[in-house]
C-alpha cells in the first residue's frame, strides 16, 4: 500500500487544516489508518487512528476535542480535520497503514507516507 499524505501548510493559532491520506489500492477498506507527528529533536508521537471500517476512532489527549478522523474508502483517502490549531501542533504528520486493528504504536504499522508538515504560529 502506498500513501500519500497531503494538505500540510501554515495557519495561526485557532485556524484549522485538513490532512489526507491517498492510498493506491483498492484494499485500503482493510487497513486501520494511524496518524502521527514529529517534532524534530523528539520522537514520533501517536495522535488518532481509524479503523477500517471507520466505526471507531481514538486519539492522543492533547488533541480529543480539536482532531477528527473520517474515511472515504470509495476514495481510498482518510481525512485528519484540524480544528482550534494549537503552536504545540507545529510537527511533520504522517499517516500509516496497518492491516484490521488499528494500535497507537507505530511499530505495529506496516506502510508509511512521506510526511506533510504543519506549522501554526501564535
Known amino acids: 500500500v502506498q500513501l500519500q499524505a497531503s494538505g500540510g501548510g501554515s495557519v495561526q493559532a485557532g485556524g484549522s487544516l485538513r490532512l489526507s491520506c491517498a492510498a493506491s489500492?483498492?484494499?485500503?477498506?482493510?487497513?486501520?489508518i494511524g496518524w502521527f507527528r514529529r517534532v524534530p529533536g523528539k520522537e514520533r508521537e501517536f495522535v488518532g487512528a481509524?479503523?477500517?471500517?471507520?466505526?471507531?476512532?481514538e486519539y492522543v489527549d492533547s488533541v480529543k476535542g480539536r482532531f477528527t478522523m473520517s474515511r472515504d474508502n470509495d476514495k481510498n483517502t482518510v481525512y485528519l480535520q484540524m480544528n482550534s490549531l494549537k503552536p504545540d501542533d507545529t510537527a511533520v504528520y504522517y499517516c500509516?497503514?496497518?492491516?484490521?486493528?488499528?494500535?497507537?504504536?507505530?511499530?505495529?504499522?506496516?506502510?508509511w507516507g512521506q510526511g506533510t508538515l504543519v506549522t501554526v504560529s501564535s
Open positions: 500509516a497503514a496497518k492491516y484490521f486493528r488499528y494500535s497507537r504504536k507505530d511499530s505495529d504499522y506496516d506502510y
Open positions: 489500492e483498492r484494499t485500503f477498506g482493510s487497513y486501520s
Open positions: 481509524i479503523s477500517w471500517r471507520g466505526d471507531s476512532s
